[in-house]
């Protein structure tokens, strides 16, 4: 079945860093693009970072574009994010998601992990 695991989520105060790893199974991981998104409370899911099936197309945010790094091993069907100069703002929960197409919404998702950025 497919399933996608995120990790890496935790308290980090502000200024910190963390990497997300998203592991899949279950469909072929190197035909998807793979996207990070985060929803914050009481705000809808936003899209963070795109990264395309081969890694030769790579999309941000706005917001996070010189902090956040999107990275992928089809070797190890696993998506990363590293996140660098973490602010209050960043705080949300981070979900990972594939898709066939570079745009829509993704056909599989993961269940989220929590990023906190508190002092």
């Known amino acids: 079945q497919v399933q996608l695991v995120e990790s890496g989520g935790g308290l980090v105060q ?3 860093s963390l990497t997300l790893s998203c592991i899949a199974s279950g469909f072929t991981f190197s035909h998807r693009r ?7 409370p009481g705000k809808e899911r936003e899209l963070v970072a795109s990264i395309s099936s081969l890694g ?10 010189g902090r956040f ?10 998506a990363y994010l590293r996140m660098n100069s973490l602010k209050p703002e960043d705080t949300a929960v981070y979900y990972c998601g594939a898709a066939r197409l570079w745009t829509g919404q993704p056909d599989y998702w993961g269940q989220g992990t929590q990023v906190t950025v508190s002092s």
Do not use: C, E
């Not at 793979?34 to 914050?40: D, H, L, N």
């Not at 030769?56 to 574009?65: E, L, R």
């Open 69 to 78: 790094t999107i990275s992928r091993d089809n070797s190890k069907n696993t």
């Open 56 to 65: 030769g197309t790579i999309d941000y945010v706005d917001s996070v574009k």
């Open 14 to 16: 502000p200024g910190g």
């Open 34 to 40: 793979m996207s990070w998104y985060r929803q914050a």
